[in-house]
Nanobody
Framework: QVSLVESGGGLVQPGGSLRLSCVTS????????MSWFRQAPGKSREVITS????????FYEFAVKGRFTISRDNAKNTVYLQMNNLTVEDTAVYYC????????????WGQGAQVTVSS
């Protein structure tokens, strides 16, 4: 059974930073590409960044490129999202899931991490 548990969200002022974590279990994490998604109020869920299984290749959606960094620790079955220079447009629930650029995510979505950017 795939398990994805996101944490690290919160309320931050514009220009601030947050680091999200996603602890996984139930699948071969070391051999699986991973992605972060987000869903803003009233919008569909979208993939924003991906990392391949060994951490050598990364994809960033245009809106987050240069501000967000995805990383992973295969020994801890955990993927991270460092978010810098946050703007109000980054307010959303953030989710991790398997796959590259949103392809074939597992059906086991976690509860997500709420990120609210507000002054």
């Amino acid at each position: 059974q795939v398990s994805l548990v996101e944490s690290g969200g919160g309320l931050v002022q514009p220009g601030g930073s947050l680091r999200l974590s996603c602890v996984t279990s139930g699948f071969a994490f070391f051999n699986t590409d991973m992605s972060w998604f987000r869903q803003a109020p009233g919008k569909s869920r979208e993939v924003i960044t991906s990392i391949d299984s060994n951490g050598r290749q990364r994809f960033y959606e245009f809106a987050v490129k240069g501000r967000f960094t995805i990383s992973r620790d295969n020994a801890k079955n955990t993927v991270y999202l460092q978010m810098n220079n946050l703007t109000v447009e980054d307010t959303a629930v953030y989710y991790c899931n398997t796959g590259w650029r949103g392809d074939f995510p597992s059906n086991s979505w976690g509860q997500g991490a709420q990120v609210t950017v507000s002054s």
